[in-house]
């Protein structure tokens, strides 16, 4: 495992023998930071061969609808185009109804844009299964 990116607030691992890179939210996140890590870590799924994403969002919970918005307009599209086939993605938030409800929305949105599999969960373990799955 190599850490690519470490700050107070999130971490960016990288799995050379999975090809799997993670970024881990640590503590709560101001959209400033999420949006900084977010770019960050596309820069680095651009030097890499990544074929697999884990985003465990757990602590981006008071993103509000229009941070949430940047995700999915925004920062996504330029995902798609940083990414080679084939490729999964798995975005981790908590086990609170609110935050499953905004993560399966988002998922399901992506979903219509994207050319990859993903899905929501609620654990790093969940993640690791249904990656290891495919």
Do not use: C
Request: proline share 3%; no cysteine.
């Amino acid at each position: 495992m190599e850490t690519l990116y470490q700050e107070n607030y999130a971490l960016i691992n990288y799995n050379p023998v999975r090809s799997l890179i993670t970024l881990h939210l640590i503590r709560e996140v101001n959209f400033q930071d999420y949006k900084l890590v977010l770019n960050t870590l596309l820069e680095k799924i651009k030097e890499k061969t990544v074929g697999a994403l884990i985003l465990d969002q757990r602590y981006a919970e008071d993103l509000n609808i229009e941070e949430r918005a940047w995700f999915v307009t925004q920062w996504f599209p330029r995902l798609l185009h940083s990414v080679q086939d084939p490729f999964k993605m798995v975005i981790i938030s908590s086990k609170s109804l609110y935050a499953k409800m905004g993560s399966e929305y988002i998922v399901n949105t992506l979903q219509a844009k994207s050319k990859f599999p993903m899905i929501h969960v609620d654990s790093m373990e969940k993640a690791l299964k249904w990656l290891e799955a495919r």
